[in-house]
């Protein structure tokens, strides 16, 4: 078995400072939304905004974040400005294997390999994976039609609630799912991939995650 190679990598930014203006919009059993200098956010238990802003507890009347390293309870409408370390900044070396870069991530916290392509302009994957992942796509999705090599196929549009490469995570993504079995790998378009810091070095792919 052909084994795809991803190194995780961490680059600490020492003495970099972050404001924030943090509103509570939402409280629910293990979920919160955030808006964060304007951004709205729906964080689960223990993911963490792109400002570092992690969820610790939640329920319908409040929510435990934690903050540069100090958690505090947080009512719903609470509003907080605060000054805080910068969290560390990761990424992710993806080295091809036959010149194809294929990527262990998840989507929804659930396991699946992809195929990084920049000529698709969101994620895809087909109706089989689809289901393996617990997406209802006929329920949650819009139906469209997209051109594929071999021809038209119907398409569902929707929002992934997360994807993950390394220790990327990036929340509503756009996504679609065909029906048929194409694409036979899940692709991993421009709808994650304008989200994080792309380059190449040499043969190496190099994403970076954002502030």
Same mark, same amino acid.
């Given at each position: 078995?052909?084994?795809?190679?991803?190194?995780?990598?961490?680059?600490?930014?020492?003495?970099?400072?972050?404001?924030?203006?943090?509103?509570?919009?939402?409280?629910?059993?293990?979920?919160?939304?955030?808006?964060?200098?304007?951004?709205?956010?729906?964080?689960?238990?223990?993911?963490?905004?792109?400002?570092?802003?992690?969820?610790?507890?939640?329920?319908?009347?409040?929510?435990?974040?934690?903050?540069?390293?100090?958690?505090?309870?947080?009512?719903?409408?609470?509003?907080?400005?605060?000054?805080?370390?910068?969290?560390?900044?990761?990424?992710?070396?993806?080295?091809?294997?036959?010149?194809?870069?294929?990527?262990?991530?998840?989507?929804?916290?659930?396991?699946?390999?992809?195929?990084?392509?920049?000529?698709?302009?969101? +994620?895809?994957? =087909?109706?089989?994976? *689809?289901?393996? &992942?617990?997406?209802? $796509?006929?329920?949650?999705?819009?139906? /469209?039609? !997209?051109?594929?090599?071999?021809?038209?196929?119907?398409?569902?549009?929707?929002?992934?609630?997360?994807?993950?490469?390394?220790? +990327?995570?990036? =929340?509503?993504?756009? *996504?679609?799912? &065909?029906?048929?079995? $194409?694409?036979?790998?899940?692709?991993? /378009?421009? !709808?994650?991939?304008?989200?994080?810091?792309?380059?190449?070095?040499?043969?190496?792919?190099?994403?970076?995650?954002?502030?």
């Amino acid at each position: 078995m052909r084994r795809f190679i991803l190194i995780v990598v961490s680059c600490l930014l020492t003495g970099l400072i972050q404001a924030a203006d943090i509103l509570v919009l939402g409280l629910f059993k293990d979920m919160a939304i955030l808006r964060v200098d304007g951004v709205q956010y729906k964080l689960r238990l223990g993911e963490t905004s792109p400002q570092g802003i992690k969820l610790i507890e939640a329920n319908s009347e409040q929510a435990v974040l934690e903050i540069d390293g100090k958690r505090e309870n947080y009512g719903l409408g609470s509003h907080i400005s605060s000054s805080f370390s910068a969290p560390e900044k990761s990424g992710a070396i993806i080295r091809p294997i036959n010149g194809m870069y294929k990527v262990p991530g998840f989507i929804n916290r659930q396991p699946v390999e992809f195929l990084v392509d920049t000529g698709a302009s969101s +994620i895809a994957l =087909n109706a089989n994976q *689809a289901r393996k &992942l617990g997406i209802n $796509f006929r329920y949650e999705g819009e139906e /469209g039609y !997209s051109s594929t090599a071999s021809g038209y196929a119907k398409i569902y549009k929707l929002k992934l609630d997360s994807v993950q490469i390394g220790d +990327i995570v990036v =929340n509503n993504v756009e *996504a679609a799912v &065909l029906e048929g079995d $194409f694409p036979t790998t899940a692709l991993l /378009g421009m !709808s994650f991939l304008n989200r994080v810091d792309m380059k190449r070095d040499g043969q190496l792919l190099m994403l970076e995650k954002k502030w």
